[in-house]
T-cell receptor, first 114, second 114 residues
Framework: AQTVTQSQPEMSVQEAETVTLSCTYD???????LFWYKQPPSRQMILVIRQEAYKQQNATENRFSVNFQKAAKSFSLKISDSQLGDTAMYFC???????????FGPGTRLSVLP | DGGITQSPKYLFRKEGQNVTLSCEQNLNHDAMYWYRQDPGQGLRLIYYSQIVNDFQKGDIAEGYSVSREKKESFPLTVTSAQKNPTAFYLC?????????????FGPGTRLTVL
């Protein structure tokens, strides 16, 4: 079974600085899909960014980018120019090629400090 | 506006009572999911459904039941057999045929057993 690990339960960063959240996963599949979700204090889950495993190019969405290392099964999220509104729980998620199910990591609680 | 609605937002239950959480989506998504989230924890899958009149158990299905009689509705019943039901419950939906498609989440229901 696939597993997703986030080794940093909590992190903090100063406003306007850059922070990287780690995610590793375990799978025997060659093609799959990876996602980062954000859960702010409102608890509404919001998609931040997504990546297809067969695409070499790292995904980017404005201030958010990923470092996808397929061989290492690593999918880290970089947040540039951190803003107070980035304070949230961040979940890494894996979805297989058949799209049957998502597997979520335990989450990293990020605090952006003024 | 398309989206997922969950009701109620807060729910209180006495021990020994069954309670049903509502989840409705107007996104025309085939797949729907129920997750449980405990404080400071990640998401654990309870049940999911890829099509109407069909559903599969997730990782923690014991003490829960679901039905999928309509494409847009996927109610979750928390039965008296669930020993520790106090938690935050999230419903999600996605297009079953597209693995890159992310899950869309409802706002959640917080269930408290008194």
């Amino acid at each position: 079974a696939q597993t997703v690990t986030q080794s940093q339960p909590e992190m903090s960063v100063q406003e306007a600085e850059t922070v990287t959240l780690s995610c590793t996963y375990d799978t025997s599949e060659s093609n799959y899909y990876l996602f980062w979700y954000k859960q702010p204090p409102s608890r509404q889950m919001i998609l931040v960014i997504r990546q297809e495993a067969y695409k070499q190019q790292n995904a980017t969405e404005n201030r958010f980018s990923v470092n996808f290392q397929k061989a290492a099964k690593s999918f880290s999220l970089k947040i540039s120019d951190s803003q107070l509104g980035d304070t949230a729980m961040y979940f890494c998620a894996y979805r297989d090629n058949y799209g049957q199910n998502f597997v979520f990591g335990p989450g990293t609680r990020l605090s952006v400090l003024p | 506006d398309g989206g997922i609605t969950q009701s109620p937002k807060y729910l209180f239950r006495k021990e020994g009572q069954n309670v049903t959480l509502s989840c409705e989506q107007n996104l025309n998504h085939d797949a729907m999911y129920w997750y449980r989230q405990d404080p400071g924890q990640g998401l654990r899958l309870i049940y999911y459904s890829q099509i109407v009149n069909d559903f599969q158990k997730g990782d923690i299905a014991e003490g829960y039941s679901v039905s999928r009689e309509k494409k847009e509705s996927f109610p979750l019943t928390v039965t008296s057999a669930q020993k520790n039901p106090t938690a935050f419950y999230l419903c999600a939906s996605s297009q079953a045929g597209g693995p890159l498609n992310e899950q869309f989440f409802g706002p959640g229901t917080r269930l408290t057993v008194l």
